[in-house]
């Protein structure tokens, strides 16, 4: 299981290179190259988990987007009817869901774009963006009350 405390200040791309690694540039790329994205025999690959998945040097799941975040999304599962908009919308694959229940963010992957929250239909969202630094218990903690509906006037 990934550590969904994870802060966006680890660039894998870049802590490989000064780790030596012998990255390949996108313009070093043949045409017609084969970049696989598992290592081995992929057979069977859709069943298992991502965590669980040899995935290869070229995947994107190696790489991380986290350090684009200045601010990220915080999940409050008491709120939550794990309705999975978020899981479907979110374009990069962040959204941890397990027998189509909501666990949680993929710190690793997640950019802060936002799009999760803006699809949740909850009253009050059951996910809210904070500063990316935010303690996540004192985020919950400062989670908004329901807004209750305007009453329409009798007299209109
Ligand atoms: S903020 Fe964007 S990338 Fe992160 S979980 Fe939400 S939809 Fe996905
Ligand atoms: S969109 Fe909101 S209510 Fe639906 S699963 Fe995601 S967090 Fe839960």
Redo the contacts with the bound molecule.
């Keep these: 299981m990934q550590d969904l405390n994870l802060l966006a200040n680890d660039n894998r791309g870049q802590s490989q290179l000064e780790a030596g690694f012998d990255l390949m540039g996108w313009d070093e790329v043949t045409q017609g190259s084969v970049l696989p994205s598992f290592d081995g025999d992929a057979t069977g690959i859709a069943n298992k988990k991502a965590e669980e998945r040899s995935y290869s040097g070229f995947n994107s799941y190696t790489a991380s987007v986290a350090s684009w975040r200045v601010q990220k ?1 915080v999940f409050n599962r008491d709120i939550c009817i794990d309705c999975q908009n ?1 899981w479907v ?4 694959s ?2 941890l869901s397990r027998d189509k229940q909501m666990l949680g ?1 993929d710190y690793d992957h ?8 803006e699809v949740c239909p909850t009253n009050p969202k059951s996910l809210l963006m904070f500063n990316e630094h935010a303690d996540l218990e004192e985020s919950l903690a400062s989670w908004p009350e329901k807004k209750k509906k305007e009453k329409k006037s009798k007299e209109a």
């Design positions: 999304p978020c919308w979110c374009p990069d962040s959204i963010i997640c950019k802060g774009c936002e799009v999760c929250v």
